[in-house]
């Protein structure tokens, strides 16, 4: 069996040809990411809220609308709503990331550099959701270790003086309550 390479080779170029990249656009410019984490934070109620009779997708849609409208009268390129919303998911996901690896280096002990500020890109983006659950996590009695552990002593030192099983239950039933 004899293989053609010339042949296979026309077949590939064709296929390449058929498939012609598309122009690459240009990086988001500062301004741009201003005026969208602007814009997304006057929006921000109608786009993080769950879908109701007075939120619906056509308003959800009109506003990310409005938004690429207000980025693209800067006048750096013209983005597409879906460009714009994948922006923002992607800004909001550094800024994630940043405000997390900020807070394990400020929680670092010894010396050594001071830890990296997050960057002015998403630094509004941080100030935006600083104070919500994405970011800093759930909170309350299961996620703080130090008072599960302090609720697990009180119960033991009270089962060891308790006099009977039955004050030991009852201070059970009250502190897993």
């Known amino acids: 069996m004899v293989f053609n390479m010339a042949s ?3 077949t590939v170029s064709q296929m390449q040809q058929g498939k012609q990249k598309q122009p690459r656009k ?6 741009e990411i201003t005026v969208l984490t602007e814009k997304v934070e006057e929006n921000l109620d109608l786009i993080r809220s769950k879908f109701s009779n007075n939120v619906t997708n056509a308003k959800k849609n009109a506003a990310w609308l409005e938004i690429t409208e207000a980025v693209n009268a800067v006048g750096v390129a013209y983005r597409t709503v879906q460009e714009v919303r994948d ?3 992607n800004l909001t996901s550094t800024a994630k990331k940043e405000f997390s690896d900020f807070g394990k280096e400020q929680r670092k002990t010894g010396g050594g550099p001071a830890p990296k500020k997050p960057l002015n890109a998403t ?3 941080i100030e935006i959701f600083k104070e919500t659950p994405s970011f800093t996590g759930p909170s309350g009695f299961e996620t703080n270790p130090g008072k599960l552990m302090f ?3 009180q ?3 009270f089962s060891l003086r308790a ?10 039933f009250l502190v897993l309550n």
């Open 163 to 172: 006099n009977s099983r039955r004050q030991a239950s009852e201070f059970k």
């Open 26 to 31: 240009t990086n988001w410019s500062d301004s």
């Open 151 to 153: 609720k697990i002593l």
């Open 155 to 157: 119960f033991v030192l």
């Open 8 to 10: 296979s080779v026309a």
């Open 123 to 125: 630094a509004k983006v």
């Open 87 to 89: 922006k923002w998911k």
